[in-house]
């Protein structure tokens, strides 16, 4: 059970969606003592009334509130008796039932049963019409969102295993961010929409890809043609390939207008522009991409921003004496980037610095790289020329270890509230 701290109130807060339909509920909860700013909100909610949004006690029934006492707050405007009626009926009891059963099962502690307060914030659509399935979704809703409350869930491993692979309900789209490297980034370098439309059409599903628009693609379409591509695969991550060299931070904007996930600068150009260029990106929330084809020494370089790229992009070619002799000397670079940024790791454990390489890759330079520790093979020819783009794709992944479709591998645990949930994939 929480344990109060004299000189801190206990403040926790726990939101829930359950059901389906008209009916489904989604609830919002504040908890804590009544000294403190849930029990200042409460006051002020009580007696704060506006049209529409009127504050409620929750009742069990008329007569009989539940401890700790809550208020409901109608997040949909009640516009006429019907809607008033569905608020003031299943959904003021089921909450003030689901209180009283998590103060009779523990949930709540007991000594907290007259010094806490809870405000309840209740989603009632305008069309629900099913008074029992109100009552049954906004009652559980209630349990789910206190118990999250008290737990102070998410933990945050969940956090960082699903922040970046969930898909948000209502807003209707997926937002892809590369959050459980390998992938193959599929280059659209041939100046030809229509080819790389119909290709496109072809490729496999797979969590695992990228699509980039190749700087010729760019060259001749524009920008815009990331919106083209998505038309085709609306949740693709997206590279805009724009080898910026100047004016770092209108072609981000440019970028981030035309849908891309990331954009990239090339490590050609001044630091000043690389910085900017990364600064622009960061405020965007787009990830930046730094290509150091023909870079001498691209450690140096590295060293010398002030800023932290997203992916550095190793070109290396493949007909040098010295790499026909020793082939892992192609990707050298790839353990001193990693090594660079070793202690820029985010707090979960995953690193600051993704590494891409591009350059001749096939199923054999590729397993390569990956053991030399890519996190993104980029093919180019090898994908878009071939006469069957899905098979070449599929031998691709098959290099890479672990399932093409990452989500298959992982513990069905999207609303798994238990402590011992595992949410890492296998």
């Known amino acids: ?53 009127t504050p409620l006690l929750a009742v069990i029934r008329p007569n009989l509130i539940p401890k700790p006492q809550a208020i409901i707050v109608p997040k949909v405007t009640i516009g006429d008796l019907d809607d008033a009626n569905k608020i003031f009926g299943p959904a003021q009891a089921a909450v003030a039932k689901a209180i009283a059963d998590c103060l009779e099962e523990g949930i709540i502690p007991l000594d907290k049963a007259d010094e806490w307060v809870c405000i309840v914030s209740v989603f009632i659509h305008p069309n629900a019409k099913d008074y029992r399935r109100i009552y049954q979704y906004n009652y559980g809703a209630t349990r789910l969102a206190i118990a999250r ?42 100046p030809e929409w229509g080819g790389h439309k119909k290709m496109l059409e072809q490729l496999p599903k797979s969590d695992r890809v990228i699509i980039e628009a190749g700087t010729p693609l760019v060259k001749r379409y524009g920008i815009d043609i990331c919106k083209s591509i998505r038309e085709v695969i609306p949740d693709a991550f997206i590279v805009a390939d724009l080898k910026t060299l100047d004016v770092g931070k209108l072609e981000v904007d440019f970028a981030f207008n035309s ?45 010398g921003l002030k800023e932290i790229p997203d992916i550095v992009l190793i070109h290396r070619g493949i007909d040098t004496e010295e790499t026909k002799k020793d082939p892992s000397l192609r990707w050298a670079l790839i353990p001193q980037v990693k090594e660079l940024y070793a202690d820029k790791a985010y707090v979960s454990g995953k690193p600051r610095v993704l590494v891409a390489v591009a350059g001749g890759l096939n199923n054999e330079s590729a397993a390569l790289a990956l053991k030399m520790g890519a996190d993104i093979l980029i093919v180019g020819r090898y994908i878009t020329s071939a006469k069957d783009p899905e098979r070449a794709l599929r031998n691709l992944l098959n290099v890479i270890p672990g399932s093409s479709d990452i989500d298959l591998s992982r513990v069905h645990s999207d609303d798994d509230d238990t402590d011992s949930a595992k949410f890492v994939p296998d």
Request: proline share 6%.
């Open 259 to 303: 849908t891309a996930d990331a954009v990239v600068v090339s490590g050609l150009s001044s630091n000043e522009t690389v910085n900017k260029f990364l600064v622009e990106c960061q405020r965007m929330g787009m990830y930046a991409v730094v290509d150091f084809m023909e870079v001498e020494d691209p450690i140096t370089k590295l060293q």
């Open 149 to 190: 409350a008290i737990k102070r869930y998410p933990p945050l491993n969940k956090l960082w295993f699903d922040k970046d692979r969930a898909k948000h309900p209502v807003a209707g789209i997926r937002v892809s961010r590369l959050w459980r490297p390998p992938y193959i980034q599929v280059a659209l370098d041939n």
């Open 1 to 53: 059970m929480p344990k109060s701290v004299d000189s801190k109130p206990d403040f926790f807060i726990g939101e829930a969606l359950l059901g389906e339909g008209d009916e489904l509920a989604h609830l919002d909860v504040m908890i804590g003592d009544r000294n403190g700013p849930v029990g200042t909100a409460f006051a002020t909610g009580l007696v704060s009334l506006s049209k529409g949004h």
